[in-house]
């Protein structure tokens, strides 16, 4: 694991002018001869630009990516999900949205995703439906819509008696309220 966060920091020196605006501050700070800037929350340390100590890592995705994978794949981080590998991560480099990329890596992770814990119940056995004792007790109504218009109707209301599965279509408009449904099936069912 050293070699390869030697490797890594070497990468981040060699992609610094990725970052200009990150550049321009670090140059401007090496001709003053500043090595902190504000108590001490940025510093140069060699080729690199420290925030609170920590690496800072240009706007580079493949690098990024490289870094994340380095604290979340190894056997030794085992796949610890978004906070874990934030926390890892953190502990050594920062750059604006580390979070935020972090999370999106382990969303999209295989591993993670298969092994994932499921936070729902449980679904339980499954249930019969209680049978009716008698005819129209209970019933399923469901709405056949967007039709072309034919005696100015443009909707079907559908009752299904769930005993003896006899239907009724009845026509209507989209437009009828509660209303006019109340009426259309208190005269046809």
């Known amino acids: 694991m050293e070699e390869l966060e030697i490797n890594i920091v070497e990468k981040i020196k060699k992609t610094r ?91 999209g992770c295989d591993m993670c995703q298969r092994m994932k814990n499921r936070t729902e119940a449980p679904a339980g056995k499954l249930k019969l439906s209680e049978v009716p004792e008698r005819l129209w007790t209970y019933l399923m109504v469901d709405f056949i819509t967007k039709l072309l218009l034919a005696a100015e109707k443009n909707a079907i209301l559908v009752v299904c008696d769930m005993l003896s599965k006899m239907i009724h279509f009845i026509a209507m408009t989209e437009e009828t309220l509660a209303e006019g449904l109340a009426r259309l099936f208190r005269d046809n069912i």
């Open 17 to 107: 002018g990725k970052d200009e605006k990150v550049i321009r501050v670090v140059e401007e700070m090496k001709k003053v001869g500043i090595r902190a800037l504000r108590d001490e929350e940025w510093q140069l340390e060699g080729d690199l630009a420290l925030k609170k100590r920590k690496v800072y890592v240009p706007k580079d995705e493949e690098l990024r990516v490289e870094i994340i994978q380095l604290y979340h794949n190894i056997p030794v981080a085992g796949h610890r999900g978004k906070w874990k590998t934030t926390e890892l991560v953190t502990r050594n480099y920062w750059w604006l949205g580390v979070t935020r990329d972090v999370g999106r890596y382990v969303e």
